[in-house]
């Protein structure tokens, strides 16, 4: 997969759980795993915006390219 | 389209549609058991008899096409050449009241084809009710509803192909059972052998089942749409 979603690295470095992460960016458990564990098709504006707003970081923090 | 502009709201509609199901169950049970046995009938005191019903024709063992031109008075001559095709058929009906002769391995494929061709229809209410429960929860593109929808449209002509051998099952034991001098018996509006198939029946369910699985490629695109929209968080 050429995008890879670093969620758990920003997580990680913020020492917020995905539960916590859950309850601050108002999406569910679920949707948040399915989207830290790269099964994600796409992501909303406004859930990047809500991500970056928590755990106060930049989009290309979480989302990253690699050329396979 | 808006739901409250559509003809029945998805909570009538999925009502509808169960009422069809059972409806078409509870008739299902009503022919089967009435149509074949008589349960009534014990009741009254009759013995309980098992019962095949069938069409068949019966053709002079030398017929032929009768010659209009000498037995009717053609009122149309604008190049008109008819051929009238006239021969007796009829309904049989076999009563069988010693069980054991009744469930012979003939009569027991007639009557098991007979059912099927019946029962088989039940599917498509059950495969409406469904999707009718899941157009009211609004999960309509599931991949399991393309699987149904393919097998639904297999059904269509796969009842064709039933009732012809149901025919000609029917006319085997006609054959065995029933005997007319110098006449022989032959099912009514029909090919012979392998052109069986291609009865009337299948003229209108061979479209029927084309129409159907365009309805699956719509059906698969969009499980596609649904999947990726699910995907989007």
Known sequence: ?68 | MKESQSLLSPKLFEKVCRIFFFGHLFFLLFLTMFDYFDPLGYFHGEPITFTLRGNIAMIPTQWKPINVNESFQVLDTLGVKPIVLLHERGFVRFDYTDLFKGFSRLNILVFITDLAKLWIWLYLSWTLWVLAKAIRKKSVFEPKFIFRLRLLAVIFPLSAILDSINKQLFLKLATNVIKYPNHYLYIPNSFSGWKMVFNEKMLFELPIMFVILMVVQVFIQGAKLKNENDLTI
């Open chain 1, 1 to 68: 997969m050429a995008i890879i979603v670093n969620l758990d690295v920003m997580m990680a470095k913020r020492k917020m759980s995905l539960n916590e992460l859950s309850e601050k960016v108002d999406i569910t458990l679920s949707n948040l795993s399915i989207l830290k564990t790269g099964k994600a098709k796409a992501i909303r504006f406004s859930t990047l915006e809500s991500i970056c707003k928590v755990l106060e970081c930049q989009p290309a923090d979480i989302l990253e390219y690699r050329n396979d």
